[in-house]
T-cell receptor
Framework: DSGVTQTPKHLITATGQRVTLRCSPR?????VYWYQQSLDQGLQFLIQ???????AKGNILERFSAQQFPDLHSELNLSSLELGDSALYFC?????????????FGSGTQLSVL | DQQVKQNSPSLSVQEGRISILNCDYT??????FLWYKKYPAEGPTFLIS?????DKNEDGRFTVFLNKSAKHLSLHIVPSQPGDSAVYFC??????????????FGKGITLSVRP
């Protein structure tokens, strides 16, 4: 158990809909990351937060947004969903959000857009 | 543009033998490298890392080698065990410069260790 909790584990929805994925980081970790893993793709970095502030942004679509709350949990909002958004979405956390830190990953949310 | 490349999608080795997983990168600003292992239905877990000031780091059965001039790193597992069967991701970051703290991952290599 990594200590990172992601909910829900599975999500099935239709095109055009909006969903929210939730992540609770490991106790004591201030930084949260979101990654997307599509079929035959590696882990694509979406966005990183540190103590409530956005720190780094990757290939995140404008239809996607995220935030980190004062209690350090984070939510990833995906709107106007398309079939291609079907993927495994991972949240990870680390203590200080530095590039030499190991990340602790949750078990992911499997999103299926039908 | 894939900045971290794991060109072999899969590798199969016999139990007890050495597994060598390769990774290439294109961004010369990367200065910290990590390997993660992922089992089905689980998130990736950290395995081993190496800084660009070193060319080798060892942890038990796992050794990572870094060749900066070739922009290449490899993970050696000796001896390989059936429990090592998993997907292995190579990742890199620009740690020292502080310019970019995010980790860039490769697509992963599926390792199968045959009993």
């Amino acid at each position: 158990d990594s200590g990172v909790t992601q909910t829900p584990k599975h999500l099935i929805t239709a095109t055009g809909q909006r969903v929210t994925l939730r992540c609770s980081p490991r106790s004591g970790d201030l930084s949260v990351y979101w990654y997307q893993q599509s079929l035959d793709q590696g882990l694509q970095f979406l966005i990183q937060y540190y103590n409530g502030e956005e720190r780094a942004k990757g290939n995140i679509l404008e239809r996607f947004s995220a935030q980190q709350f004062p209690d350090l949990h984070s939510e990833l909002n995906l709107s106007s969903l398309e079939l291609g958004d079907s993927a495994l979405y991972f949240c990870a956390s680390s203590v200080a959000g530095l590039g030499n830190e190991k990340l602790f990953f949750g078990s992911g949310t499997q999103l299926s857009v039908l | 543009d894939q900045q971290v490349k794991q060109n072999s999608p899969s590798l199969s080795v016999q139990e007890g033998r050495i597994s060598i997983l390769n990774c290439d990168y294109t961004n010369s600003m990367f200065d910290y490298f990590l390997w993660y292992k992922k089992y089905p239905a689980e998130g990736p877990t950290f395995l081993i890392s190496i800084s660009s000031i070193k060319d080798k780091n060892e942890d038990g059965r796992f050794t990572v080698f870094l060749n900066k001039s070739a922009k290449h790193l490899s993970l050696h597992i000796v001896p390989s065990q059936p429990g090592d069967s998993a997907v292995y991701f190579c990742a890199a970051s620009e740690f020292i410069t502080g310019a970019n703290s995010k980790l860039t991952f490769g697509k992963g290599i599926t390792l199968s260790v045959r009993p």
